[in-house]
C-alpha cells in the first residue's frame, strides 16, 4: 500500500485552494455554488467511470503508487480525489479567464 499518488494529488488540491483563496476566483467568490459544481462534476464522472467499467472499457491497472482501496469493483479511492481536482482545475482555469477577459475589455475604449 502506497499514500505516493493519493498525496500527489491533495498536494495538488491544495495548491489550487491557495490560488483560489489569493485570486478569490471560485470557493471564495461563492462557496456554495462552487462546491455543487464540483460534487455535480465529480458524480457526473465517477458515473461515467462506472459506466465505462460495466463495458468492460475502463479498469484498475497494477500501480505501486495505489493505497489499494477501492471505492467499487476496479474504481480506486484516488479517482475520486483526481476528479475533484480535475473539476477544481477547470473551474479555476474557466474564471481564471473570465476575469481576464473582463479586465480586457475594459481597457479598451
Do not use: H
Not at 473551474?91 to 479567464?97: D, V
Amino acid at each position: 500500500m502506497s499514500l505516493l499518488y493519493l498525496a500527489a494529488l491533495l498536494v495538488s488540491l491544495l495548491g489550487m485552494v491557495v490560488l483560489d483563496a489569493r485570486f478569490g476566483l471560485f470557493f471564495w467568490r461563492s462557496p456554495r455554488r462552487a462546491a455543487l459544481v464540483v460534487a455535480a462534476g465529480v458524480l457526473f464522472f465517477l458515473a461515467w467511470d462506472l459506466a465505462g467499467i460495466a463495458a468492460g472499457v475502463f479498469f484498475r491497472g497494477a500501480g505501486p503508487l495505489l493505497t489499494g482501496v477501492l471505492l467499487a469493483p476496479e474504481l480506486p479511492l484516488e479517482e475520486a480525489f483526481f476528479l475533484a481536482l480535475l473539476c477544481y482545475v477547470t473551474m479555476i482555469a474557466f474564471c481564471s479567464a473570465a476575469r481576464l477577459l473582463e479586465r480586457r475589455s475594459g481597457e479598451r475604449p
